[in-house]
């Protein structure tokens, strides 16, 4: 079964720091992975995601993410923090249950940008 | 539509009502879905609806949560008889659906639902 666990439920970094947000899975079959943002009071955003292909997948607002297969992670990262990445962010994976798909969600990582 | 739309946005209701939660997915996405947000808690996979295909309910937590998705488009969550418990956010995600779920959702902004 695939899970996810995403480390640290609340980061704050400094404005103009390096955000490094944790996001480890667990799947059984090549995963999909993504990461999604959420703004207060909004709807989720996706950031990016890995299908196939290239192992460092970059996305909107800056940010990026590595597929490690070896370490089972998928960390979010951006090399200076602004006041706006403030938000919360969720890493997911997709899971095939019985011909279906749906994304399985971590319980997001809070992040606070410190002026 | 440009996105997809949730109404209402929120919701304030007396334990022991029905309540009726409405998803207008992208034009031409074939795939919606329901989650759940609770207060410090991750996403809730609630229901899974792909085209014509019967949907994926494993997710609903009682049998007090139905949904239905007419004519492949707009969708409903009814939760009826809502308790304290039901308080949450409910959002509805739309997709192309194949390539293995990785073609990614798109989310409504979410109904804040409140059980007073």
């Known amino acids: 079964a695939q899970s996810v666990t995403q480390l640290g439920s609340h980061v704050s970094v400094s404005e103009g720091a390096l955000v490094l947000l944790r996001c480890n899975y667990s799947?059984?079959?090549?995963?999909?992975l993504f990461w999604y943002v959420q703004y207060p009071n909004q709807g989720l955003q996706l950031l990016l995601k890995?299908?196939?292909?290239?192992?460092l997948v970059k996305g909107i607002n800056g940010f990026e993410a590595e597929f490690k297969k070896s370490e089972t992670s998928f960390h979010l990262t951006k090399p200076s923090a602004h006041m706006s990445d403030a938000a919360e962010y969720f890493c997911?994976?997709?899971?095939?249950?019985?011909?279906?798909?749906?994304?399985?969600f971590g319980t997001g990582t809070r992040l606070k940008v410190l002026a | 539509g440009a996105g997809v739309s949730q109404s209402p946005s929120n919701k304030v209701t007396e334990k022991g009502k029905d309540v009726e939660l409405r998803c207008d997915p992208i034009?031409?996405?074939?795939?919606l879905y329901w989650y759940r947000q609770s207060l410090g808690q991750g996403l809730e996979f609630l229901i899974y609806?792909?085209?014509?295909?019967?949907?994926?309910k494993s997710g609903l937590p009682s049998d007090r949560f139905s949904a239905e998705r007419t004519g492949g488009s707009v969708s409903t969550l009814t939760i009826q008889r809502t308790q304290q418990e039901d308080s949450a956010v409910y959002l509805c995600?739309?997709?192309?659906?194949?390539?293995?779920?990785?073609?990614?959702?798109?989310f409504g902004s979410g109904t804040r639902l409140t059980v007073v």
């Open positions: 997911a994976v997709s899971a095939a249950t019985s011909g279906t798909y749906k994304y399985i």
């Open positions: 799947s059984s079959v090549p995963p999909y």
């Open positions: 034009s031409g996405h074939t795939a």
């Open positions: 995600a739309s997709s192309f659906g194949g390539l293995q779920g990785g073609n990614g959702y798109t």
């Open positions: 890995y299908t196939t292909g290239a192992t």
């Open positions: 609806f792909q085209g014509n295909s019967a949907p994926d």
